[in-house]
């Protein structure tokens, strides 16, 4: 496998595509959490009509891939070619970088509890390991479903305030009862910093979840009040709606700013980031979004940055 050096020290490797003597313009990686899938986008000279049967890539080509950071961190990935388009000796690519079988398996199946279904659906390498009690003590049902529709749904029940992610090299989890940084910067100095939140409070945005009884039916059901909706399930499912409830409220947070690199840090999607900057309020952070850039070797690295509070 072949691979193309980055200005900061970084590498970037892709198997078949790489080992051909073609000229890359430009290469777009992008990965979010909350049940976004990671992509590839491949900008790059290509100096044969496709019709000839000689294309470097097909739809439905399975890759592998990694990123070398500068720290020699390896990142470990592989995806599959759903679109490719030749014009004026150019091929644009795009990969989904998750297993096909995640998007094109549609299925009715049981599963018995949260756990066993996000393992039965999740056709990569998790990353975090599930350790904590199911939050259903029953079965679960695929009903004509993808198993990435049916694994995402999963994902948000797994555990009261954890959020998650599809990110380059598997599916993980983040625990934000338990705030561990891996760093801490000073933001002002190494990112360009953008869209500050106006409000920092996360009072602003928070309420609970509260749990009632269903009068008449207080054995088998509650009623679940939520922001002034009010949901009715069943007792077994109950805790795996409150955190349905809870955890989505993350992806509509307003507590996020975006910053701007030249250099790849050894940082992933879902690390915890300790930030200090006279621009913020936000300190305790995590990375829910990040895309890398490549233009030629040019590199610019998009990170957002989120509060682990609502």
């Known amino acids: 496998m072949n691979y193309i050096q980055l200005s900061n020290g970084s590498t970037l490797g892709l198997e078949k595509l790489f080992d051909n003597n073609i000229v890359i313009n430009s290469v777009k990686l992008s990965e979010a959490m909350y049940g976004e899938l990671p992509t590839m986008d491949l900008d790059f000279d290509f100096n044969e009509d496709p019709k000839s049967g000689n294309t470097t890539l097909k739809v439905n080509d399975v890759l592998k891939g990694y990123l070398v950071y500068p720290n020699n961190q390896k990142e470990e990935f592989s995806g599959y070619v759903y679109s490719f388009n030749y014009y004026y000796n150019k091929m644009i690519v795009k990969l989904i970088l998750v297993d096909p079988d995640m998007l094109k398996t549609v299925q009715s199946t049981d599963y018995s509890g949260i756990i066993k279904a996000i393992q039965g659906t999740y056709k990569g390498t998790i990353l975090t390991q599930l350790s904590y009690s199911d939050p259903v003590n029953n079965d679960v049902y695929q009903r004509l479903e993808s198993n990435y529709e049916f694994c995402t749904r999963c994902c948000w029940m797994y555990r009261y305030n954890n959020v998650f992610g599809y990110s380059l090299s598997g599916l993980k989890f983040i625990d934000l009862n338990n705030y561990r940084p891996i760093d801490e910067v000073n933001a002002d100095a190494n990112f360009h910093i953008s869209n500050i ?45 409150n955190n349905y409830l809870h ?7 307003k507590l996020n700013f975006n910053a701007q690199s030249k250099y790849l840090f050894p940082y992933k999607l ?26 030629k070797s040019d590199l610019t690295v998009y990170y957002t940055l989120q509060s682990i509070r609502i």
């Open 197 to 241: 939140p106006e409000y920092t409070d996360p009072k602003l945005y928070d309420q609970e979840v509260i749990e009632t009884n269903v009068i008449g039916d207080e054995e088998y059901h509650y009623n679940i009040n939520f922001y002034n909706r009010i949901y009715t399930v069943d007792r077994a499912y109950s805790d795996a709606m």
């Open 247 to 253: 955890n989505t409220r993350f992806k509509t947070s």
């Open 270 to 295: 879902g690390d915890m980031i300790k930030v200090e900057s006279s621009q913020l309020n936000i300190n305790d952070t995590f990375i829910s979004k990040r895309i890398i850039d490549i233009q």
